[in-house]
């Protein structure tokens, strides 16, 4: 089942070189799925830091997106691999407290610049739901 | 600084397994510098610890707190007030610090988070090095700032042993041979007349054999 | 009292031949008496390594004390990796007390390479301060901290030293150190490059070191093509040329131990000839028997009576 459609909540940190006009076009979602779906602009996405994916899982998100330019063409030069190596520090942490690794993704824009948040957006809703909901979020889901 | 390593999540479980009120306690000094104690670092371990008690169903408590050192009593003396609240207290800090507030709290049941491992410098971003093994009786001004005692393998004081090639240690090709870089330093200063006479053994009791050594100034008691 | 073989060897001015006896995993006497049977009148003496590599053998001292009593002449290798200065100024004396006349003093292979790499790696001094205390023992009859001993041990002191390793420029340096910590004669590590040695030894004779110690040149067979790429890429501080690597490989399998025999006495012929070598020092490690062969087609057979 798609992840939409799996009643998953999904956090998604992105750069916002990708969609300047992102505080705009992300809205439709934003009321389609209401508090299901975060949306984290980023003045890079090199400025993640693991705290903030390991806070997103831990207010209930069942899965993580970290959004960055594609590779050779973050603004700031190397913030989309230090994006990388965050986000694979994480994963190693939260699998040490079993949870999936793969709960955080990171997802690299594709090149073509800009693209519209509300799109990608969807494309990831409408992929296949490989976790369930997080265990974190209790008996109570 | 002192440097320290995070334990494995499973062993921290382990140790705070009997407790319901757990207070994380960070240090903003040599933990912090190298990432393993500091406020972010307490903060990443107690989400964790709380996401894994509520995805296993347990009622627990975890709050987070960061001392600006743990190994001095005027910083400790800042968990006095909040410190009943609590059944254990998970400390970031290195062993010192760990057995410092343990002392002011001798109640109080303290666990450690992290190993404490070497004195070292941060080499670069991510990259710490141990310089130091605390001997008690620095020769640096011998050997061009270069430490036999920790960087020599052997901890020859009239190398290079028969086993140094292309500057690397034989030990560990990752290693640059510290009698290498002690001789090339030495040279390029000018100062290789330092080698010239056989450096006496050591005096190790400087170091260990006795228990726990310490410093004691009168000038500086209050 | 007996004396010290390699010693009157080497002050009568003959070239002086060593080898060495690599000590069983076990506790089996009759291997040391055996290779030293083997080795008895091919040699002027013999060294005994000290859990080399960091395996643990049969001691040193216990293998020498045997070998004295098959009527060798043993050197006793000791590396400062096991023991502390107690020890170590112990077993000098009690190496004497035996009998035993030659002491090598070593730092010792690391024991990260053996198969106790979580022993404690003792160090508590380095081979230079080993030289230099043995020496004041014995000329002194002092140990470390100028405590008298009642009789002092009676030891021929040498050093090792690899004039492969890094950095080139001083090993002469290092070895004009050793010499005057006491080393009164040195065995160097094997010798492939003979280009890099005599080098090395012009250094030595610049130095004005020939005339201060007796140096003894080392040389270990090789027996196969793939032995000599080991010791290349593997061993830490050796030196073997391509030009050697690729002679092995240029003979079939079956022969390669012969060629190695004849590299090594090819080197034996040519250290010879270098001013300043005293002697040879043959370092094959469970291959004794071909110490025999080196010896006699090297013309160095028999020894000379001294």
């Given at each position: 089942m798609d992840q939409k459609n799996a009643g998953l909540n999904i956090s998604i940190f992105f750069c916002q070189q990708i969609d300047p006009n992102q505080d705009v076009n992300r809205r439709a979602l934003e009321r389609e799925l209401g508090n299901r779906i975060r949306f984290f602009p980023l003045p890079c996405s090199g400025r993640i830091d693991s705290l903030h994916l390991m806070r997103a899982l831990e207010s209930g998100a069942d899965k993580v997106y970290v959004i960055t330019c594609p590779e050779g063409a973050c603004h700031y030069r190397e913030g989309n691999m230090r994006a990388r190596k965050r986000v694979a520090y994480t994963q190693g942490l939260i699998e040490e407290i079993g949870l999936e690794g793969e709960r955080l993704e990171l997802i690299m824009a594709p090149a073509g610049l800009p693209v519209n948040i509300d799109e990608l957006a969807r494309d990831l809703l409408s992929r296949e739901a490989t976790t369930g909901p997080s265990p974190v979020r209790g008996k109570t889901a | 600084m002192i440097t320290a390593e995070r334990k494995p999540i499973s062993e921290i479980k382990e140790m705070i397994a009997p407790y319901k009120k757990i207070l994380v306690v960070g240090c903003g000094?040599?933990?912090?510098?190298?990432?393993?104690?500091?406020?972010?670092?307490?903060?990443?371990?107690?989400?964790?610890?709380?996401?894994?008690?509520?995805?296993?169903?347990?009622?627990?408590?975890?709050?987070?707190?960061?001392?600006?050192?743990?190994?001095?009593?005027?910083?400790?003396?800042?968990?006095?007030d909040v410190v009943d609240q609590y059944d254990v207290i998970l400390s970031l800090g290195c062993g010192a610090g760990v057995q410092a507030v343990a002392e002011v709290f001798p109640k109080v049941h303290i666990v450690p988070a992290l190993n404490t491992t070497f004195i070292g410098q941060t080499k670069e971003a991510g990259l710490w090095i141990e310089n130091c093994r605390g001997c008690g009786d620095c020769k640096l001004g011998f050997f061009a700032a270069v430490c036999p005692v920790t960087r020599c393998a052997k901890g020859l004081f009239n190398g290079p042993c028969g086993g140094?090639?292309?500057?690397?240690?034989?030990?560990?090709?990752?290693?640059?041979?510290?009698?290498?870089?002690?001789?090339?330093?030495?040279?390029?200063?000018?100062?290789?007349?330092?080698?010239?006479?056989?450096?006496?053994?050591?005096?190790?009791?400087?170091?260990?054999?006795?228990?726990?050594?310490?410093?004691?100034?009168?000038?500086?008691?209050? | 009292m007996t004396e010290s073989r390699l010693k009157k060897v080497l002050q009568s001015g003959n070239f002086a031949v060593t080898a060495e006896c690599g000590p069983p995993k076990?506790?089996?006497?009759?291997?040391?008496?055996?290779?030293?049977?083997?080795?008895?009148?091919?040699?002027?003496?013999?060294?005994?390594?000290?859990?080399?590599?960091?395996?643990?053998?049969?001691?040193?001292?216990?293998?020498?004390?045997?070998?004295?009593?098959?009527?060798?002449?043993?050197?006793?290798?000791?590396?400062?990796?096991?023991?502390?200065?107690?020890?170590?100024?112990?077993?000098?004396?009690?190496?004497?007390?035996?009998?035993?006349?030659?002491?090598?003093?070593?730092?010792?292979?690391?024991?990260?390479?053996?198969?106790?790499?979580?022993?404690?790696?003792?160090?508590?001094?380095?081979?230079?301060?080993?030289?230099?205390?043995?020496?004041?023992?014995?000329?002194?009859?002092?140990?470390?901290?100028?405590?008298?001993?009642?009789?002092?041990?009676?030891?021929?002191?040498?050093?090792?030293?690899?004039?492969?390793?890094?950095?080139?420029?001083?090993?002469?340096?290092?070895?004009?150190?050793?010499?005057?910590?006491?080393?009164?004669?040195?065995?160097?590590?094997?010798?492939?490059?003979?280009?890099?040695?005599?080098?090395?030894m012009d250094l030595v004779r610049d130095s004005g070191l020939d005339s201060k110690v007796y140096i003894l040149g080392g040389i270990t067979p090789l027996k196969s093509a793939r032995m000599a790429e080991y010791m290349a890429k593997n061993v830490a501080g050796m030196d073997v040329p391509e030009e050697i690597i690729n002679r092995m490989?240029?003979?079939?399998?079956?022969?390669?131990?012969?060629?190695?025999?004849?590299?090594?006495?090819?080197?034996?012929?040519a250290l010879q000839a270098i001013k300043g070598v005293h002697g040879v020092h043959i370092m094959a490690i469970e291959w004794e028997d071909v110490v025999q062969q080196i010896v006699q087609e090297a013309k160095l057979f028999p020894r000379p009576q001294v």
């Open positions: - | 000094s040599c933990v912090a510098e190298c990432a393993s104690g500091g406020e972010k670092e307490v903060g990443l371990l107690a989400s964790a610890l709380r996401m894994d008690s509520k995805a296993s169903g347990k009622d627990v408590e975890i709050k987070e707190m960061t001392l600006d050192r743990q190994c001095v009593y005027e910083f400790i003396d800042q968990l006095t140094s090639k292309t500057d690397r240690c034989e030990v560990d090709p990752d290693v640059p041979c510290a009698w290498q870089l002690i001789v090339s330093r030495l040279e390029d200063m000018g100062r290789l007349d330092l080698l010239c006479k056989v450096h006496p053994p050591a005096d190790w009791s400087k170091q260990q054999g006795k228990g726990p050594r310490k410093i004691y100034r009168e000038d500086q008691r209050s | 076990g506790a089996d006497p009759e291997v040391i008496k055996s290779k030293g049977k083997i080795l008895k009148d091919y040699v002027d003496s013999v060294n005994v390594t000290d859990n080399q590599t960091g395996v643990v053998r049969l001691c040193s001292l216990a293998a020498c004390a045997l070998l004295k009593a098959e009527g060798l002449d043993p050197v006793l290798q000791m590396v400062t990796r096991d023991r502390n200065r107690i020890a170590l100024q112990s077993d000098v004396l009690g190496a004497s007390a035996l009998g035993i006349r030659n002491i090598l003093c070593l730092s010792g292979d690391h024991q990260s390479f053996g198969n106790q790499p979580q022993a404690k790696g003792v160090f508590d001094i380095d081979s230079i301060q080993f030289v230099q205390t043995v020496r004041t023992m014995r000329d002194a009859g002092e140990v470390i901290g100028g405590d008298k001993l009642t009789e002092p041990p009676h030891l021929f002191i040498g050093a090792a030293a690899n004039p492969f390793a890094d950095p080139f420029k001083y090993r002469a340096a290092r070895l004009a150190t050793k010499v005057d910590a006491g080393a009164e004669f040195i065995q160097t590590q094997c010798i492939y490059n003979l280009d890099r040695f005599k080098q090395w490989k240029s003979v079939p399998a079956k022969e390669q131990r012969q060629e190695g025999v004849k590299i090594a006495v090819e080197t034996v012929q």
